[in-house]
C-alpha cells in the first residue's frame, strides 16, 4: 500500500533512548474515516508511537506520512497540529475556572490569545459549531458550569470537544476511559464512534469492554511493533497476544 492512498501512514518506523529500542520496524496503516484501537502491554510502545505522529519524538528511521504526502518526520508539534492531527493525553487539561462553553472558546479560537477569544464577537458559524460540539460531548445542559464542577468523565470528555473545536482530521485519545464510571465508559465509546462518523481516531485503551464497545479494528503493539492486528476476536485469540498482554 502506498501512503498517498492514507490517512496515516508508518513505515519500518524505529526509535532508541540510551540504547533501548521502544518502537522496534513499525508499520502501520490509518484509512480517511477510520477508527483503530491500539492495545498492548505497558512499555509495548503505545506512547512513543503517539508521540512520533505528533512531532514529539524524532524516529531513527522509516516513513511517516499524513493525509498522503506530508512527511510528519519533517515538522514540529506546533506545525503537526495546524496540520490537522489533535491529540488528548490520558489526564484532562481543561481551563477549570471557566465555563464549558467557554473552554470551547478558546479552543475555538486557535492563536487568538485567551483574552481576546472571550471577548470576540462570535460568528453565527462559530456559534453554531460549539453548538454542535456541545450536543457531540453530552455538556449542552452543562454549558454554563465552571469546568471545575464536572465530574471526571465529563472533563474528559469536555476535553475531547476542545480538540474538535480545532477541526482536525486524526484525533489521538490515550485512554479515555480510566476512571470513569461503566455508564460514562459506555457513553464515551458512542460519543468516539459518532465522531469518526467524520474524521479517524486513533484510541489507546487497556480497557478490553471500552475496546469491545468501540467495534473497530484493533492492533497490539508489542516490543515497538505490531504482534497481531484484526478484529478484537481475532486479536485476543492470537497466542502471543494472550501470552504477552491479555494472560496476565
Known amino acids: 500500500m ?30 480517511t474515516g477510520e477508527m483503530r484501537a491500539i492495545i498492548g502491554p505497558n512499555g509495548a510502545g503505545k506512547t512513543t ?29 506546533a506545525e503537526i497540529a495546524l496540520l490537522g492531527i489533535g491529540r488528548k493525553f490520558q489526564k484532562p487539561t481543561v481551563f477549570e475556572s471557566h465555563t464549558v462553553e467557554d473552554n470551547l472558546v478558546l479552543a475555538l479560537s486557535g492563536p487568538r490569545s485567551a483574552f481576546s477569544a472571550l471577548f470576540h464577537k462570535q460568528s453565527a458559524n462559530e456559534a453554531e459549531r460549539i453548538e454542535d460540539i456541545l450536543y457531540t460531548i453530552r455538556l449542552n445542559g452543562k454549558r454554563d458550569w465552571l469546568a471545575a464542577n464536572l465530574s471526571h468523565g465529563q472533563k474528559q470528555w ?16 490515550d485512554e479515555p476511559v480510566a476512571g470513569m464510571t461503566d455508564a460514562e465508559t459506555a457513553e464515551t465509546a458512542k460519543l468516539l464512534r459518532e465522531i469518526a462518523k467524520t474524521r479517524s481516531v486513533l484510541v489507546v485503551e487497556h480497557d478490553m469492554h471500552f475496546v469491545r464497545e468501540l467495534d473497530v479494528k484493533v492492533t497490539c503493539l508489542h516490543e515497538g511493533s505490531v504482534l497481531a492486528e484484526g478484529s478484537l476476536d481475532f486479536v485476543s485469540n492470537d497466542q502471543r497476544v494472550i501470552e504477552v498482554y491479555l494472560g496476565r
Open 2 to 31: 502506498k501512503a498517498q492512498d492514507t490517512l496515516l501512514y508508518l513505515d519500518g518506523v524505529s526509535v532508541s533512548f540510551d540504547g533501548f529500542r521502544a518502537i522496534n520496524n513499525l508499520s502501520l496503516v490509518l484509512q
Open 49 to 77: 508511537m503517539m508521540d512520533i505522529i505528533t512531532g514529539k519524538t524524532k524516529p531513527d528511521a522509516g516513513d511517516v506520512y499524513f493525509n498522503g504526502e506530508v512527511d510528519l518526520t519533517r515538522h514540529d508539534e
Open 158 to 173: 469536555l476535553e475531547i470537544g476542545m480538540l474538535l473545536a480545532q477541526d482536525p482530521k486524526l484525533l489521538l485519545v
